[in-house]
């Protein structure tokens, strides 16, 4: 088959546009979705979603049932963080963290928990793409599967990542990461992993949803 | 002589006051946030500066490049944060990454001076920590994050445009200023500025430097 569709919804800043640009991703012919001119039937004919972390909450949000319904019909949706998620996507509850970007120099607890299992998913995200730092904590829905877990006081109290195959037709990714700004910014290389290894698991999702 | 009418300073941003803004410093009180997409709405008329913060929507800037092209030719003052991908304005240049391998490749130099900067040790914008209290260089060196203030440079400058900082030890230019008719436009090439306000540090003036130069009293 030809390659899926994957749309990549940006709200046009400087990471979002430098993301676009990036030469290790032109491979998957994502197709930019300008976020302020978004209209449903931008998304009626995509396989797939990334929703680029840091948009603008209200202009998000408006659409939120537009880019959700991909995953009803069976497509596969990623959603980067700082999006208010909590706002649009059915059934996730949210916590607000500060976020402890010194941690790696000072040793202290990043609170994160990789929950690494043989489920196929796992060959496609590090521990270096998914532990650097997040910004809250996400109570997914019933039955989503927690891939980085945090713990507080001895207990787990959410998730920073998780994906999710019963909720929908098709498969949620949700994070509280924000790899597009960080990559963007040319920050850490964990964020540029955790960004390439998303949209390398969303073609792959497309690819066997849709085949 | 009539007093000056354009004298207030505003912060253009993505949604002002939204969580994604928690914990970040407040603005110094004169620095009015707005919601970049009412930028249309805005009486420039009565804006003497305008600080673009590093989330803009680039793409829509774009297409208001009229008017902020008009803002800053009559006179106005333009401090654009971030990063560059597509520029938005007469003379601004595209930032491009710096390959650095650690602190030492992002260490910021002074090229020349400019009221935004003035009285500011560059070594207090180096390292960043949540560390409570305050820090010594030496032991920031230890617990500190360097980078913040930016891995990246502006090559070629605009005609007329002037380095003011440099990073790394080739001191590429991360920060910039130029002439556009009778206004000038800065660039800082990382994350925003007023995100350096430090008490504990010579930074501790940096939040009023850059409104008394949007205000256009300095």
């Not at chain 2, 203030?149 to 230019?173: D, F, M």
């Amino acid at each position: 088959m030809s390659t899926p569709e994957i749309a990549f919804i940006h709200g046009g800043s400087g990471s979002h546009l430098t993301t676009l640009n990036e030469p290790a991703l032109q491979p998957y012919r994502l197709r930019p979705i300008y976020l302020y001119d978004l209209t449903p039937d931008d998304l009626s004919d995509v396989d797939a979603v990334i929703v680029a972390d840091r948009e603008h909450p209200k202009l998000l949000a408006q659409h939120g049932k537009t880019i959700y319904g991909v995953a009803e019909r069976g497509g596969v949706l990623a959603v980067f963080g700082q999006n208010a998620a909590e706002q649009w996507l059915p059934g996730v509850g949210w916590e607000p963290r500060p976020t402890n970007f010194w941690w790696w120099r000072t040793g202290e607890d990043n609170h994160m928990r990789l929950q690494r299992t043989d489920e196929p998913i796992w060959d496609y995200f590090s521990e270096r793409a998914m532990i650097w730092h997040h910004h809250g904590v996400l109570t997914p829905p019933e039955g989503a599967t927690t891939l980085v877990g945090v713990e507080e006081d001895g207990t787990m109290v959410g998730a920073t990542t998780y994906y999710d195959t019963v909720s929908t037709a098709g498969e949620l990714f949700v994070t509280t990461m924000d790899p597009c700004y960080h990559h963007g910014a040319a920050f850490m290389p964990g964020a540029s992993q955790l960004l390439y290894s998303t949209v390398r698991w969303v073609e792959h999702r497309a690819r066997a949803l849709s085949g | 002589m009539s007093a000056p009418t354009r004298t207030r300073a505003v912060s253009l941003l993505l949604d002002p006051g939204s969580p994604n803004s928690i914990g970040m410093p407040s603005p110094p009180a004169g620095l009015v946030e707005h919601d970049l997409y009412d930028l249309p709405e805005l009486d420039l008329g009565s804006i003497s500066g305008i600080n673009l913060a590093s989330s803009c929507d680039q793409v829509f800037l774009g297409r208001h490049r009229d008017l902020l092209e008009d803002f800053v030719r009559s006179g106005g003052r333009l401090l654009v944060n971030g990063h560059v991908a597509e520029p938005f304005l007469t003379g601004l240049v595209p930032w491009r990454r710096l390959s650095y391998k650690g602190p030492r490749d992002l260490e910021i130099t002074s090229l020349s001076p400019h009221p935004i900067w003035e009285g500011i040790d560059l070594r207090d914008v180096l390292y960043r920590t949540g560390v409570p209290g305050p820090h010594s260089f030496e032991e920031l060196e230890r617990i500190g994050v360097a980078g913040f203030y930016g891995r990246g440079y502006h090559l070629p400058l605009p005609e007329g445009g002037r380095a003011i900082n440099g990073v790394g030890p080739l001191q590429a230019p991360i920060d910039y200023t130029y002439p556009l008719g009778s206004g000038e436009v800065v660039v800082h090439g990382g994350v925003d500025l007023i995100t350096f306000v430090d008490p504990h540090r010579t930074t501790a003036r940096l939040g009023e430097n850059i409104l008394g130069w949007l205000e256009g009293t300095a």
